[in-house]
């Protein structure tokens, strides 16, 4: 008779091998007749649950690939990265970086940085819940001192790029008439901001400046710091409209003055 | 040496759900509820779905449990696994309980989490002194941990172990004796197992330690057959509790009195009025239930 840590061991080495028969002691039918379809039904709820975990986070990767190209795909990375805890809603975590080496998409360059932003949209919808902080808050500082404030962002922040136009291929696959809207896709590649500031998650394209400017503020640099690494890139940066534009979007949580230090 | 658990004199001890029909809350229903507002006893809820930091979930959840009973019904704690349950996951749980107050705790007489990681389904073990010693030890520790009482889930099962040297429902109420916990009876639960192992489901409920009993779960089930061509029944929630489960389910409650009961319908998630329907069916039977334990008392 075998230990339940042994056994258990087994059972789970069985549950992640569907080419093997199951435990010697598990459910032996008639003489030498074994359980396999019995077994299997476990095999398949933990395949098919995952698999429906991942379609339900990444519902724009299995509406674009097919249910039978997600289901395999899904199935590969279940085998790679069993979830690590029992909390389904972030189950997936690296899953953009899977696809991008998954050879049987390679065909699909923009796949990983698409299931980046759905990530991204899924991090913010159960992320912490904030106030946004309104472009008003501002008034409380002197002009001087604009360059040196600080933000800190909002918890449901992310900022994506891609080489692709990936917020635009995301778009028309919320459309009633996806293939019209995949007719007409930008050339070039494309930067979104996402955040939850109340309960709908928001996807905002953003052009290079807007984007370098909006990464900028994120890792903590100033202002005026900002604004400088965003001119860089691009010299028609507008200024007052992306500080209004950050502010309007709802990703900015808080402002304090840089108290000097780094 | 058996621990003594507390006396349990009468069943409010084991949970504080009303005695009336519950259904398992999902998204697709939050709208309907808040709208509607319907006459309905309590919700269950998987807490592993409220585990985010925030978002809609919370939401919801706050609007509903303002206005309802709730129950926290978790999938994830692998009670039944050699490994003591995981601490990081109880500490999940216990922030839960800390924010929403819920009426009642219950999980499963079930493993998910091994060294390879987590499985997202409620896998089985086998029934002896051995695993009886465990999985008393990690009730123990969950109630302490989480600082009340839980109700403990007999599972549906597809395969037996030759390990196996206790019968289910004796190695629940052993479970119920040593550690204090309640029992929760999923009466669909057993007739997919007792089918599914060729048992008899009404002998298992005669012989179901009644004053134990804190909650009743109901379900629908898929037909399937095994490598014999012998009926095997897939626990999937996905359909209306069939004729032969409402049977057991009365035979239950004559024997234990009206005891909280839930409606489970996680997948093919019906329109909000269907799923009601299905609760009120089990309300009448519950009502009747009242009535004539009154009659008695009167």
Known sequence: ?262 | MAIPHPTVTDDQALNRLPKRAGVGLKSQHYNDILIEQPDIGWFEIHPENYMGAGGPPHHYLSKIRAQYPISLHGVGLSIGGAERPSSSHMQRLKTLIDRYQPESFSEHLAWSSHEAGYFNDLLPLPLNEETLKTVTDHINEVQETLGQRMLLENPSTYVTFDESSMDEVEFLTELANQTGCGLLLDVNNVFVSTTNHQRDAADYINRFPMHHVGEIHLGGHAPDEDDLGNPLLIDAHDREVIEDVWKLYKQAIKAAGPVATLIEWDNDVPEWSALFTEAQRAETILSSAKAEAHDRVA
């Not at chain 1, 005026?224 to 691009?234: I, S």
């Open chain 1, 1 to 262: 008779m075998t230990a339940w840590p042994d056994l258990q061991a087994a059972v789970a080495g069985a549950l992640r091998q569907p080419e093997e028969a199951p435990p010697a002691s598990v459910s032996k039918l008639r003489g030498d007749v074994t359980a396999n379809k019995r077994f299997n039904v476990y095999r398949n709820n933990v395949a098919l649950s995952l698999i429906n975990v991942l379609g339900d986070t990444y519902p724009t990767i299995k509406d674009l690939t097919g249910d039978q190209f997600f289901s395999t795909m899904a199935r590969h990375y279940m085998n790679e990265h069993l979830p690590e805890n029992p909390v389904m809603l972030l189950y997936g975590a690296e899953f953009a970086g899977f696809v991008k080496t998954y050879q049987p998409a390679a065909s699909l360059p923009y796949l990983s940085d698409l299931a980046a932003l759905e990530w991204a949209r899924n991090t913010a919808y159960h992320g912490a819940d904030a106030e946004p902080l309104a472009i008003t808050a501002l008034a409380d500082y002197q002009e001087k001192d604009i360059p040196n404030l600080r933000f800190a962002m909002h918890p449901t922040l992310s900022l994506i790029s891609s080489n692709w136009p990936v917020v635009s291929i995301w778009h028309a696959h919320q459309q009633d008439d996806t293939e019209a809207a995949l007719q007409s896709l930008p050339e070039e590649g494309e930067a979104a901001l996402i955040t939850r500031p109340h309960l709908d998650v928001l996807v905002h394209p953003l052009n290079g400046g807007s984007f370098v400017f909006a990464c900028a503020l994120s890792e903590g640099a100033a202002f005026g710091a900002a604004v400088e690494a965003a001119v860089k890139l691009d010299p028609d940066f507008d200024i007052p409209a992306n500080l209004a534009g950050i502010f309007n979007v709802g990703a900015v949580k808080a402002v304090s003055l840089e108290t000097g230090g780094t």
